[in-house]
C-alpha cells in the first residue's frame, strides 16, 4: 500500500505544519462534516490568488476553496456549480459565474483563481487557460479573522455545511499569495516548474488540521 499517513481517521487531528510536496488529500465520503481546515496568520487581503489541483467524479455542486471571514461568510470561495456546468467565484459575498469551461470528470485539473480590490475583477485559470475578467466587489479588503477550509462550503464562519456541496475526491498543491499572479507565474505552477509558492499558503510548508476522515497519500504518478 501507498498510504503515507491515516490523519483523518480520529474525529479531529492537532493543527500540523508539514511539507506535503508530492502528496494530495483524499476525500474519500460524501459527509457533512469532513475537512480540512487551513492556517494563516495574514487577515486582511486587498488581492488574493489561490491556486490547486483536483480530481474528481461529482457531478453535482461541489466546493474547491473556501475562505470566510465574520463579516464575510464567502469572503473567497471558489465552487463548481453541477446544474450550470460553470465555475462560481464569490469575493465579499458578490458572485461571479464562468461557464463553458473544460472541467472533465476523471482527470487533474489545475484551477487558479485572481481578485484584485482596486478594480473588483475576477479572472479564472482553469488548466492555464484564463477566462474572461469579470466584476464583484471593489473599495474594500477582505478582512477579518479568515476560516479557510477544502471540502466544505462554509454557509457559517467555521460551519453550515451542506452534504450536496462536500467534496469528493483528491486536492493537492495549494497555495494563496496575496497579490495577482502574472500569467507567467500561473502557466509555471501548471506546468509544475519552478514557480514561487504562495506567502500565505504554501503546500510545501501547511499549517493544517484535518477533522474527520480524509487521508494522505503520494501522488498518483503515471508509469513513463
Not at 19 to 42: A, R
Not at 88 to 107: E, S
Not at 137 to 151: D, E, K, Q
Request: proline fraction near 3%; include cysteine; charged fraction near 20%.
Amino acid at each position: 500500500m501507498r498510504l503515507l499517513v491515516l490523519l483523518g481517521m480520529l474525529t479531529a487531528c492537532a493543527a500540523i505544519t508539514q511539507d506535503l510536496s508530492g502528496k494530495m488529500l483524499i476525500f474519500p465520503l460524501e459527509t457533512n462534516t469532513t475537512h480540512v481546515k487551513l492556517k494563516t496568520t495574514k487577515k486582511d487581503f486587498n488581492a488574493v490568488t489561490v491556486c490547486q489541483r483536483s480530481f474528481t467524479d461529482l457531478e453535482r455542486t461541489h466546493l474547491l476553496f473556501s475562505l470566510s471571514t465574520p463579516t464575510y461568510t464567502n469572503g473567497f470561495l471558489v465552487l463548481w456549480h453541477g446544474s450550470d456546468k460553470a465555475l462560481g467565484i464569490y469575493t465579499r459575498n458578490a458572485y461571479a459565474v464562468f461557464g463553458k469551461l473544460d472541467y472533465k470528470l476523471n482527470a487533474w485539473h489545475s484551477v487558479c483563481t485572481t481578485w484584485d480590490s482596486a478594480s473588483g475583477l475576477v479572472q479564472v485559470w482553469l488548466d492555464g487557460r484564463p477566462s474572461t475578467k469579470k466584476f464583484t466587489s471593489s473599495g474594500s479588503t477582505i478582512n477579518g479573522n479568515p476560516i479557510i477550509i477544502l471540502g466544505q462550503e462554509q454557509d457559517t464562519h467555521g460551519g453550515g455545511f451542506d452534504i450536496k456541496q462536500s467534496f469528493v475526491g483528491m486536492m493537492s498543491d495549494v497555495h494563496m499569495w496575496d497579490y495577482i499572479l502574472s500569467p507567467c507565474e500561473i502557466q509555471k505552477y501548471v506546468d509544475e516548474r519552478n514557480f514561487t509558492p504562495g506567502n500565505v499558503l504554501n503546500w510545501r510548508a501547511m499549517d493544517f488540521q484535518i477533522i474527520d476522515k480524509v487521508l494522505l497519500e503520494n501522488k498518483e504518478m503515471v508509469c513513463s
